[in-house]
Structures are given as C-alpha cells and as structure tokens.
C-alpha cells in the first residue's frame, strides 16, 4: 500500500482487535477480503478495558486549557474529533454529513516519529441523501509520517491525507474549514467543503469535561463540544454536475481517554439534538452484554450557552423500532422515546433513514434523526444526530 494509507474499498475490514489494528499498521497494508459481517471491528470494542493498562489513565476531573486541549493527547490511548450537520440545499433538499478523525495509540510512550510513531490515524466521511435514499461512506487510514496524518493545537489542525479539519484562526477553533473526499462502496466520488462557525459558546460536558463512561478505574474521558455551530458550504455527490451548496447547523465533539466500558459492556447509544427551542441535548447510556442501560450520562444546553449535566435515572430511552442491516446482518434500534420528568421533556426520535450504516473497519451505525415532543409543556422539534454501536 502506497504511502501505508489507502482508501477502504466499502466491504474491507482491518481487524478483529486492537492488537490486529496495531499490527495491520505496521504492516502497512490493508486486506479486503472480509467484510464486517465476517469480523468487522466494533466502535465499542476499541474501548474495551484490556490491553489499556499501559496507557494515561483518566481517573479524576483536570483543569482544560485551550487552545493546547483542543489538539491531540498522545498519551492516551483513543481521540476522536466528531462533526455531524444537517443541511439543506436548493429546493429545502436535505442531506446528513459526518466527518470523524480518531487517533488510536498502538503503543504507549511518544518518543518516536515518523513511521516508527505509534500512533495511527483514521477519517470517516458519511453524506446521506436524506430525500433521495443514498448514503455514501468512505474512511482513510495513515501513519503520522511525511505529513500524511495528525493534528495539532495552534493554529487548530487534524488530518488524515486530504481528510482535514482547520482553525481558519491563529488562537482557536473557529471559524473552521472541513474539507473531506470520499469514494463510496460503487467507487463514485463524493466529498464536502464547508466552514463552521460558533453559535453558542463551548460545553464542558460531565465534570468541568470530565466524563465518567463506567466503574472500572479510568473508565472515563476528557469531554468537551460546540453543540451549536453555523454551517455553510458545498458538497459533491455522484450524479450531480456541479457541486450542491448547502447551510444549516453542526455539532463538534472532542473525546480522549484510555478506557470506555467495562468487561461486562458491549456498546452505547448516543443522541445529539439541537431543539428549535434554543435547546441541546446530549445523551447517552452504556448497555451490558444483555442489552440492559448500565451506565447514562447527558447535558441539557440552555439556550444562553447555561448547562445542566445529569446522569444516572433523569433520562429514560425505550426503542421504539429497530432495523436489520443488509449489509452486516446487525440490528439497530433506529427509533426511540427519550423521556425525563426531572428535564421536563418527552420526545420521538426517529432516523431520517434507515440505512446509514458505517461499514468501515470499525463497524456502527451513526446517522441524522429528527425529534418532536414536548419540553417545559411546549411543542418542540428538532434534529441531530445518533450513534449506536455495539450491535450484532
């Protein structure tokens, strides 16, 4: 594999275990002879507890600092940097779009460079076709070498190859430009240019950003997100002549740490909404291997940027319909009720399509839902995003 990167071809996966990750990547080379349904390699699992011990631990809240915090934590062993939107383009045309950069460390310690860095680099870019039934989905993976991969604090930057999100800014995030192609599962091209701006100031999510996941030691993260942000720019589909512009709003996550679930924990589901009434929400819960919520967490944003984290019993999830992926065999609860007497909201969510499966080497469904309901006893709409890993 040229350069020890390569776009995945929509049916590879590169492995079975983080182990498998780490030696795919020193081999440099990616197979595509198994698809996720044989193997492919669950979100969730990358944050199983083993294997972990010899990474930075994230044991008790710390003060963040930006700019430095908002670019990479070598240290631990998984980041991600996650940007969801929904958009609308000419004739109120909708689309859904994903962009996620993780850095995975395959070995503990930083002192290396080059291609001995263990550290690997990953992009997931996703447009779903909201109106017209098409998801599109690619991933690229590099080492950070050469230029071809990483990120850094100031000015803002996190790449992998052409896959990039920049602060257009010396001192902080944003304005930002993402800028990501793409080659779906039929080999046609598509990709997104677009710049976000902040609308609310940032969320410190948890515990001053200090977000507990489960009771094993360091089963916790460094959290923190723009749950609103202004989105405008242009996408590039296949079948489409000439780029598509497009606007509307975003939603930015920044994630690190060492461990996620526990040895009894099999995945999350995971709700971002941006309500019309000014209001976010972020949600989640961690189910054991039963299918049971073990473990939740959330924060309601007010609509001055004022945040209210919450955790075990405010919020009760009840899926409402699943759906059979054709691709995997996995089934997804695609449909839920998000009820909270403490919140005072009820509310349906609602996948705008079923069929937003991310069949990349980490296998997992995330894609653009829509809600209605009731909060503080008025009617309220609203979209975002769900994640749902974990599922066979």
């Known amino acids: 594999m040229s350069g020890m990167t390569q776009w995945s071809r929509g049916r590879g996966a590169l492995l079975s275990a983080l182990v498998a990750l780490s030696a795919l990547a020193l081999a440099g080379c990616v197979g595509d002879d198994a698809s996720p349904r044989n193997g492919g390699q669950d979100l969730s699992q990358l944050l199983a507890a083993e294997a972990a011990t010899a990474f930075a631990p994230v044991t008790r ?32 045309e909708a689309f859904g779009v994903q962009v996620a950069l993780f850095r995975f460390a395959l070995r503990s310690g930083t002192e290396a460079t080059g291609w001995e860095a263990g550290q690997l680099y990953m992009a997931h870019v996703a447009i779903s076709e909201l109106d017209g039934g098409r998801f599109h989905v690619d991933e690229r993976l590099a080492r950070p070498a050469a230029g071809l991969a990483g990120a850094q604090s100031e000015p803002f930057a996190a790449w992998v190859e052409t896959c990039s999100a920049r602060g257009l800014s010396a001192g902080g995030m944003f304005p930002l430009r993402l800028s990501c192609p793409g080659r779906n599962a039929d080999g046609e091209a598509f990709g997104l240019e677009l710049e976000l701006v902040a609308d609310k100031p940032r969320v410190l999510h948890g515990e001053d950003g200090y977000s507990e996941k489960s009771d094993v030691p360091g089963g916790a993260s ?78 309601l944003v007010a609509p001055d940027g004022a945040v209210r984290a919450f955790a075990e019993g405010v919020v009760d999830a009840r899926p ?73």
Not at 374 to 389: D, K, N, S, Y
């Open 61 to 92: 809240p710390a003060r963040l600092e930006f700019p430095r915090d908002h670019g990479p934590h070598p240290a631990h062993r998984i980041e991600w940097w996650y940007y969801t939107a929904n958009l609308r383009g000419p004739g109120d």
């Open 222 to 299: 460094y959290y923190y997100a723009y749950t609103r942000l202004a989105a405008r720019g242009e996408l590039q589909l296949p079948g489409r002549d000439a780029p598509v512009p497009v606007s509307g709003s975003a939603w930015y996550d920044h994630e690190w740490g060492s461990i996620g679930l526990g040895d009894e924990q099999a995945g999350w589901d995971w709700f971002s909404l941006q309500l019309d009434d000014g209001h976010e929400l972020m949600f989640f819960h961690i189910r054991d291997r039963d299918g049971r919520p073990v473990s939740q967490r959330g924060s």
């Open 320 to 392: 409402l319909r699943t759906w059979r992926s054709p691709h995997s065999g996995a089934q997804y609860p695609v449909a839920w009720r998000l009820q909270s007497d403490a919140l005072d909201f009820s509310l349906e969510v609602h996948a705008r399509m079923d069929d937003q499966e991310m069949r990349t080497a980490v296998q997992y469904w995330e894609g653009s839902i829509r809600a209605e309901g009731h909060h503080r006893g008025r009617p309220v709409a609203g979209e975002g995003f769900l994640e749902l890993t974990g599922y066979r």
